[in-house]
T-cell receptor, first 115, second 113 residues
Framework: DGGITQSPKYLFRKEGQNVTLSCEQN?????MYWYRQDPGQGLRLIYY???????QKGDIAEGYSVSREKKESFPLTVTSAQKNPTAFYLC??????????????FGPGTRLTVL | GENVEQHPSTLSVQEGDSAVIKCTYS??????FPWYKQELGKRPQLIID?????GEKKDQRIAVTLNKTAKHFSLHITETQPEDSAVYFC????????????FGSGTQLTVLP
């Protein structure tokens, strides 16, 4: 399970605050992803990055922002514009940035709760 | 819109019995179909995948079948064991999702001892 880490494990936020979730990988993977997991809805793609300094919106990008300044790191910021941010957030990475049929390796997740 | 439908949402079987989970997808161009297992409190992990050039793939007690004409694929687990209890997610690459994986809603499998 090593190789991709997320921090913190639990995060509490007050309404109106931005928070940043960390995701780091030492697998030398080109591609990285952020998913949101809600009960009964599976995993929904927020943002993905196929290569350093480039990223694309997924299905539910509104209220979120990302950066990919380093190959190893893909932080996710949950902004105050996200209306329902309480969820479990999973980061993943995969070997190839051009092929989309590679195994994705997931981090342990961050559970965000808005108070 | 394009999506991946997964059924059933919950499944209970007796230890030693078989379990089958089915997914349907909407994009006829989809060519990659992985299955992930997520144990309670843990991260999802790939357990098996299949590409559109084959109809079936097996790995010990796990198998996946693909019917491209009907646009559905299924996960089969034989001789189930308590450690098979987990949430299972299917996924497919859909054109409408920027050619990235779209996941089904998950199946909670419980293997009763």
């Amino acid at each position: 399970d090593g190789g991709i880490t997320q921090s913190p494990k639990y995060l509490f936020r007050k309404e109106g605050q931005n928070v940043t979730l960390s995701c780091e990988q030492n697998l030398n993977h080109d591609a990285m992803y952020w998913y949101r997991q809600d009960p009964g809805q599976g995993l929904r793609l927020i943002y993905y990055s196929q290569i350093v300094n480039d990223f694309q919106k997924g299905d539910i990008a509104e209220g979120y922002s990302v950066s990919r300044e380093k190959k190893e790191s893909f932080p996710l910021t949950v902004t105050s514009a996200q209306k329902n941010p309480t969820a479990f957030y999973l980061c993943a990475s995969s070997l190839s940035g051009t092929g989309n049929d590679n195994e994705q390796f997931f981090g342990p997740g961050t559970r965000l709760t808005v108070l | 819109g394009e999506n991946v439908e997964q059924h059933p949402s919950t499944l209970s079987v007796q230890e030693g019995d078989s379990a089958v989970i089915k997914c349907t997808y909407s994009d006829s161009a989809s060519n990659y179909f992985p299955w992930y297992k997520q144990e309670l409190g843990k991260r999802p992990q790939l357990i098996i995948d299949i590409r559109s050039n084959v109809g079936e793939k097996k790995d010990q007690r796990i198998a996946v079948t693909l019917n491209k004409t009907a646009k559905h694929f299924s996960l089969h687990i034989t001789e189930t064991q308590p450690e098979d209890s987990a949430v299972y997610f299917c996924a497919a690459i859909l054109s409408g999702s920027a050619r990235q994986l779209t996941f089904g809603s998950g199946t909670q499998l419980t293997v009763l001892p």
